[in-house]
């Protein structure tokens, strides 16, 4: 049977709201009882080495370490220094929001997280200081998008397992584009303000203590990205150890802080389990798909389709960006990472491209999916906390897709953006 009856049979779950995990097993499912080429025994057999990846394991210790430093009292922190350091600046909180959002990515790596978490402290202050809640939720969502890429990042970690590159690569290849869409950012925020796009109060500059302050509440939140790049720069330490001594560094800070308790403690291991049962479902039933595709020589035959279509790397970026782009707005991030990931990654090596250039270009363009209508998650999240309404949020957020357009094109063509930090430390 041909594979796209399959993508039509895991589409038409999807579109019927079924949970994106039971989509792909009823796709398989039904491609294999109605097919006589495999036995239905295939989802079986391949569902155990789904999860037998040691890279895996940093998942749920990131998600860990995020809901720990959550439930610690960092998130406040984090913004009284961010407020201390460029609050003064016109655009102000809105500034302090994005740098709030680089600090927390270093910890988290989960949009959601950011969003939802240190979101609702952003939304309250940028509130109490008389900003529109439009502006502010717009500003919300797409600085949780820097989330996913400053390392630790969770679906930096699914796509390494589901392409089978290297974890800690990817990591370093995340921090210089992640700086770079924090500053793409401030500069769009900046600009509105001076034009008169949005009225807002600038915050008068904090008195010299008081941001000492604050620097000093906040270090042990600073001093965890640090960490974590010293120890993928040196080698000393795998991510997977890496996630496991941060989960610890945070359980000491959480009651060193007295803001975290074993009832609470306990509660955050739940959140993780639910996080992680999700996103293992989804790396689980992503298996016999996968397997399916290549024994059906899917990657080959849409090789040598674009190779018909285009010999050049940079046309197969331009047509790549431009899927990912559409497949975005009408589908789930996880579900175009799943399908798209193992497929067109060999794809990319044909061409030439740096493997860990072409994860990069491909998880941006799934992070700009968060943002747009009608399926971005990010703006279901920020409507839930604002009661806007998907037309009041789409307004809001348009200024912030050009910026995003920018930085997703200097990412794709400038490849040293991405490769610098892997290629300088030998990873």
Same mark, same amino acid.
């Given at each position: 049977?041909?594979?796209?009856?399959?993508?039509?049979?895991?589409?038409?779950?999807?579109?019927?709201?079924?949970?994106?995990?039971?989509?792909?097993?009823?796709?398989?499912?039904?491609?294999?009882?109605?097919?006589?080429?495999?036995?239905?025994?295939?989802?079986?057999?391949?569902?155990?080495?789904?999860?037998?990846?040691?890279?895996?394991?940093?998942?749920?210790?990131?998600?860990?370490?995020?809901?720990?430093?959550?439930?610690?009292?960092?998130?406040?922190?984090?913004?009284?220094?961010?407020?201390?350091?460029?609050?003064?600046?016109?655009?102000?909180?809105?500034?302090?929001?994005?740098?709030?959002?680089?600090?927390?990515?270093?910890?988290?790596?989960?949009?959601?997280?950011?969003?939802?978490?240190?979101?609702?402290?952003?939304?309250?202050?940028?509130?109490?200081?008389?900003?529109?809640?439009?502006?502010?939720?717009?500003?919300?969502?797409?600085?949780?998008?820097?989330?996913?890429?400053?390392?630790?990042?969770?679906?930096?970690?699914?796509?390494?397992?589901?392409?089978?590159?290297?974890?800690?690569?990817?990591?370093?290849?995340?921090?210089?584009?992640?700086?770079?869409?924090?500053? #793409?950012?401030?500069?769009?925020?900046?600009?509105?303000?001076?034009?008169?796009?949005?009225?807002?109060?600038?915050?008068?500059?904090?008195?010299?203590?008081?941001?000492?302050?604050?620097?000093?509440?906040?270090?042990?939140?600073?001093?965890?990205?640090?960490?974590?790049?010293?120890?993928?720069?040196?080698?000393?330490?795998?991510?997977?150890?890496?996630?496991?001594?941060?989960?610890?560094?945070?359980?000491?800070?959480?009651?060193?802080?007295?803001?975290?308790?074993?009832?609470?403690?306990?509660?955050?291991?739940?959140?993780?389990?639910?996080?992680?049962?999700?996103?293992?479902?989804?790396?689980?039933?992503?298996?016999?798909?996968?397997?399916?595709?290549?024994?059906?020589?899917?990657?080959?035959?849409?090789?040598?389709?674009?190779?018909?279509?285009?010999?050049?790397?940079?046309?197969?970026?331009?047509?790549?960006?431009?899927?990912?782009?559409?497949?975005?707005? #009408?589908?789930?991030?996880?579900?175009?990472?799943?399908?798209?990931?193992?497929?067109?990654?060999?794809?990319?090596?044909?061409?030439?491209?740096?493997?860990?250039?072409?994860?990069?270009?491909?998880?941006?363009?799934?992070?700009?999916?968060?943002?747009?209508?009608?399926?971005?998650?990010?703006?279901?999240?920020?409507?839930?906390?604002?009661?806007?309404?998907?037309?009041?949020?789409?307004?809001?957020?348009?200024?912030?897709?050009?910026?995003?357009?920018?930085?997703?094109?200097?990412?794709?063509?400038?490849?040293?953006?991405?490769?610098?930090?892997?290629?300088?430390?030998?990873?």
């Amino acid at each position: 049977m041909n594979f796209a009856i399959l993508l039509l049979f895991i589409f038409i779950a999807v579109f019927l709201e079924v949970p994106v995990a039971f989509s792909f097993i009823f796709g398989t499912t039904l491609f294999l009882i109605l097919g006589d080429t495999y036995p239905l025994t295939v989802i079986a057999s391949r569902l155990g080495p789904g999860l037998d990846s040691f890279p895996l394991l940093a998942l749920p210790l990131f998600i860990f370490a995020g809901n720990l430093l959550g439930g610690a009292g960092i998130a406040r922190r984090i913004f009284s220094f961010a407020n201390s350091a460029v609050g003064h600046i016109p655009g102000g909180l809105g500034h302090v929001n994005v740098l709030s959002s680089i600090i927390f990515a270093g910890m988290s790596g989960v949009a959601m997280a950011d969003a939802a978490g240190l979101g609702k402290i952003e939304m309250e202050e940028m509130k109490r200081h008389g900003y529109p809640v439009p502006f502010s939720a717009a500003i919300t969502a797409a600085s949780a998008t820097i989330g996913p890429i400053i390392p630790p990042s969770g679906i930096m970690v699914l796509y390494a397992v589901l392409a089978n590159i290297a974890l800690d690569k990817l990591f370093l290849a995340g921090f210089i584009p992640g700086l770079m869409l924090g500053g #793409f950012l401030m500069i769009t925020i900046y600009v509105m303000v001076k034009i008169g796009m949005v009225n807002v109060a600038v915050l008068p500059k904090e008195p010299l203590r008081v941001r000492l302050v604050n620097f000093l509440r906040a270090v042990p939140a600073l001093a965890i990205p640090v960490f974590l790049i010293t120890g993928l720069i040196t080698g000393v330490a795998t991510p997977t150890e890496l996630g496991a001594l941060t989960c610890l560094f945070a359980i000491i800070l959480g009651f060193a802080y007295k803001d975290l308790t074993v009832k609470s403690l306990f509660g955050c291991a739940m959140e993780t389990v639910k996080t992680t049962g999700v996103l293992g479902m989804l790396i689980l039933v992503a298996t016999p798909f996968t397997w399916l595709s290549g024994v059906g020589n899917v990657g080959d035959l849409l090789r040598q389709f674009m190779n018909s279509v285009t010999t050049s790397p940079i046309m197969f970026l331009i047509i790549v960006n431009i899927v990912l782009l559409a497949a975005g707005m #009408f589908m789930e991030t996880s579900v175009v990472l799943l399908i798209a990931a193992p497929i067109l990654a060999p794809i990319a090596a044909s061409y030439g491209l740096d493997p860990i250039h072409f994860a990069m270009v491909m998880l941006m363009n799934l992070l700009m999916g968060t943002l747009t209508p009608p399926f971005g998650s990010l703006l279901f999240v920020m409507m839930n906390q604002t009661k806007l309404t998907l037309a009041q949020m789409f307004r809001a957020v348009a200024p912030f897709y050009f910026p995003f357009i920018a930085f997703l094109l200097a990412v794709t063509f400038v490849p040293a953006i991405t490769t610098f930090l892997p290629g300088l430390f030998g990873k």
